[in-house]
């Protein structure tokens, strides 16, 4: 399985970014427990999940920070996974990381991933 993301950049405070990953080598989100998730690093600090869109019924799950602001979608028939992120703020700089699991239980912790793409960065800054 191999996941490639992009979409990142370079954009002012208030602005938007849509990052995607598209997977190959197996389908996600077919089964009840597995599943794709953002997750995203800063300079000096640990991991931390973002978004996560699991299930065949594509429950989704958010940081409480991004709320209102990022949303997580799918489509399946292109195996792809898009954040769609608006009102970026500063404190969203970092690197976002893609990732899948067949059997995710607890969307906010990496370990319940079994693959990772590449990270793309993201920076807000005027």
């Known amino acids: 399985v191999q996941l490639q993301a992009s979409g990142g950049g370079l954009v002012q405070p208030g602005g938007s970014l849509r990052l995607s990953c598209a997977a190959s080598?197996?389908?996600?989100?077919?089964?009840?427990?597995?599943?794709m998730g953002w997750f995203r690093q800063a300079p000096g600090k640990e991991r931390e999940f973002v978004a996560a869109i699991r299930g065949s019924g594509g429950i989704t799950n958010y940081l409480d920070s991004v709320k209102g602001r990022f949303t997580i979608s799918r489509d399946i028939a292109k195996n792809t996974v898009y954040l769609q992120m608006n009102g970026l703020k500063p404190e969203d700089t970092a690197v976002y990381y893609c990732?899948?699991?067949?059997?995710?239980?607890?969307?906010?912790?990496?370990?319940?991933?079994?693959?990772w793409g590449q990270g793309t960065q993201v920076t807000v800054s005027s």
């Open positions: 080598g197996r389908t996600f989100g077919t089964l009840n427990t597995d599943g």
């Open positions: 990732a899948a699991g067949r059997r995710i239980f607890r969307v906010w912790t990496s370990d319940q991933y079994d693959y």
